[in-house]
């Protein structure tokens, strides 16, 4: 057995084992890639590279946008922006079918736009309309349902944490060119959702009730105006080159915080634990960031992903047919492992296939994220599943078959994305993100 083949083997099967003994996956990576660069190496200089490679791995500064977005989530989550969004939401889509549920989608595209969390925004969102939409009879299986197929659009939508990672283990990625490419999926993925849920909507009877008159729809976006901003002052300053993504985290933290507290939403003594949670959220994220590092050096040294790529050849030279076998992996990875640590992962290891195939690193970004949000609402993990769950109180098992249909309007979206680049490479091809 040659060298590549046998620190594959302890890689992976170190990993996989660990996993099943219930490890934390940074400790498993951690412990694993360290295993297996002892096989081509000497203690030493495998503890000495480790190290390096752990703090190189974190010698970015793009990763501090990070924990700023985390903590601008945070705030937001308990600052009485959510229900100013849904008010907004509702003058957008409350002629529709299914008005309520519809307000639901939308405020979970601008929420999750602002936070970069889905499972914030199904937590917010879906904490604040489950009781309306119970109110006024609607299926609580049915608004569960909605609430958890729109959340991970936030995920999309910028701006993002997981496509920050991403970016920082593809290296040489422009964000701002992820940001802009994760644009149109993520709608299109939310507009999927919307058509799935009126024609659902419709056959339960669920009409549209909207009944705000042209001066409420004024009061409400006027009210909604500064939460708004934080899209446009985010975005817009980072495209107009005004300041960084990172720079852009921090001034989204102030800015959400100053709102929070002028809707007088936000208790100053909320603080200290807003910053305690938001602090345990990133450590666990960079000390990802960090183990992973060293998995990424082995499989780079003993050119694993080189292996997987022979391998795949091996199977068929198609490449519409190799996309989509990588496709169904990711999807089948995204059920069981949340996204930072798949993005860690197996961008190395798919990443220089793709693009061997003639595939923009942005669009194989957006191909990921998409695969890896698909697996946050879905079991055996799922944490938006079992947080939209948990905020309107009814059993995963209830609500997993009325999730099929959007289920299939989503993977419509990633086919999409797969094998149409224009889907998510014309906006940052049009602003000259990408050459």
Not at 329 to 351: C, S, Y
């Amino acid at each position: 057995m040659d060298l590549a083949t046998t620190a594959a083997l302890i890689l992976f099967g170190g990993t996989i084992l660990f996993l099943i003994l219930g490890a934390p996956i940074s400790i498993s990576v951690g412990i694993s890639s360290f295993a297996a660069m002892l096989s081509i190496l000497p203690l030493h200089g495998a503890i000495t590279t480790s190290a390096q490679r752990m703090f190189v791995g974190l010698d970015s500064f793009a990763l501090l946008a990070i924990p700023f977005f985390i903590l601008a989530g945070n705030i937001m989550n308990n600052g009485g922006i959510a229900i100013r969004l849904i008010n907004f939401s509702k003058i957008i889509s409350g002629f529709l079918p299914g008005s309520l549920a519809q307000t639901n989608v939308v405020s979970n595209m601008l929420f999750g736009s602002i936070s970069g969390s889905g499972v914030a925004s199904a937590a917010a969102v879906g904490g604040i309309m489950s009781p309306i939409q119970k109110k006024e009879g609607y299926d609580p299986i049915f608004s569960t349902a909605v609430n958890i197929a729109s959340a991970p659009t936030g995920m999309l939508i910028p701006p993002s944490n997981t496509l920050i990672v991403y970016a920082t283990v593809a290296g040489s990625v422009s964000v701002t060119a992820l940001f802009m490419g994760g644009y149109v999926p993520g709608i299109l993925w939310g507009l999927g959702v919307m058509i799935v849920a009126g024609i659902m909507a419709k056959r339960r009877g669920y009409t549209a009730k909207h009944s705000m008159s042209l001066a409420d729809c004024a009061k409400v976006t006027i009210d909604a105006i500064p939460s708004l901003s934080l899209i446009v002052i985010v975005i817009g300053g980072i495209l107009a080159g005004v300041f960084t993504a990172t720079e852009a985290s921090a001034i989204a933290v102030v800015y959400s915080l100053f709102l929070s507290i002028g809707y007088r939403s936000l208790n100053i003594k909320q603080l200290p634990d807003i910053f305690l949670n938001t602090a345990k959220m990133s450590a666990i994220v960079i000390f990802m960031l960090a183990t992973s590092s060293i998995m990424s050096w082995v499989m780079a040294f003993t050119q694993i992903p080189g292996m997987i790529a022979d391998f795949l050849l091996t199977l068929t030279d198609n490449p519409i047919i190799i996309l989509l076998i990588i496709n169904v992996i990711l999807l089948f990875i995204g059920t069981f492992m949340d996204p930072t640590p798949a993005v860690l992962i197996f961008t190395p290891i798919f990443l220089p296939i793709c693009m061997d195939l003639g595939m923009d690193p942005v669009q194989f970004g957006i191909l990921l994220v998409i695969n890896l949000s698909l697996g946050t609402i879905t079991p055996p993990v799922g944490p938006i599943l079992f947080t939209g769950c948990k905020v309107s109180g009814v059993g995963i098992d209830q609500v997993i078959k009325t999730l099929l249909p959007f289920f299939l309007v989503i993977l419509a979206v990633l086919m999409l994305v797969t094998y149409i680049p224009a889907v998510s490479m014309t906006i940052p091809e049009m602003m000259g993100l990408i050459k």
